[in-house]
């Protein structure tokens, strides 16, 4: 994190930053839910001078607890087509994304530190090509945390920097920088106004994303919005690499009849799937749970006894059912 210290536009504790609409919603506890985030909307204004174009870049550095207790980043660098050659002509525009910008992940509980910012970077030959590589970059370590992808996040990061400090005039043109020391799900504004520009529960935000004032109308200052979510269950768990990588040693002893190298992946998988940072741990056991009665099936009587091996095609891991039983 500290992009904030390459290119400030002004002083982020200037800014207006806000949970939408009513607090009604109780802070989620820890290790019952999954967490996501998505940029949703963004308002761009008065912002262009003389004939210089600029390519605009979302950037997302979230920081939160571990099931180790350490720490980790999960950056995010987004250059949509829509934020292309911005110029005089491109002012007061609201521009409509729904962006990942984290999860879904296991809320451990804890602080999560969230530093979420819009950049213009002068347009040059060298600017396009670079922002695409970033992109591409952070889409492949993802916004989960996955120990094979890990590795990129650094990378990420240190060409981010690198890219933000030598572009002199690039400029956060809107952002937030803050800590959540508790989980609310709901909808977030960040304004380019002061502090008390508007009450939380005078604000709504408009089916297509725009962010609406008291009076109903779009607020025309500057701004981002961005929803922050929770579900008891993760839809995409079977991609989770390490989870994956498991069953499948597993699946191919089976499809071999090696009852000693399943009996080995049994238990490597039980001890990967009740440990992973991307489950909570009841879905990890119960996908264990799960796994342990596929090989029962797939070697039958094998197991306990030295009766012959069937031949048994166990399921693609995508069709276990981890939430339907």
Known sequence: ?????????????????????????????????????????????????????YRGSVTSSISLPTRTGGNAELIVVAAPKLLAKLDASNQDRVVTV??????????????????????????SDLVEPYLAVLDELSTLAGVSLAAPALPLVKTVKSAL??????????ELEIGVLTTFEELLPGDYCVVRAPRDFAQASDLTIATDGRLLGPDGKEITKPYLVFTVSTTEQRADWFKIPEIRVAYEEIREAARRGDLQRAQEGERAFRRIATTCDDLLRHDGVRLADLVDKEIDAAF??????SAPVQLYEMPDLKHMPLYSE
């Not at 920097?161 to 690039?170: K, R």
């Open 1 to 53: 994190m500290g992009w904030w210290t390459k290119a400030t536009r002004e002083p982020a504790e200037s800014w207006f930053f806000t949970r939408i609409g009513a607090a009604t919603t109780a802070a989620v506890e820890p290790d019952v839910a999954y967490v996501s985030a998505f940029l949703r909307s963004m308002r761009l204004a008065d912002r262009r001078v003389g004939t210089t174009t």
């Open 98 to 123: 729904n962006i990942r910008l984290l999860g879904p992940i296991p809320y451990r509980g804890g602080d999560i530190e969230v530093e979420l910012g819009l950049f213009s970077i002068p347009q």
């Open 161 to 170: 920097n690198l890219l933000v400090g030598a572009q002199n005039e690039t």
């Open 300 to 305: 039958g009587e094998s197991v306990l006894t």
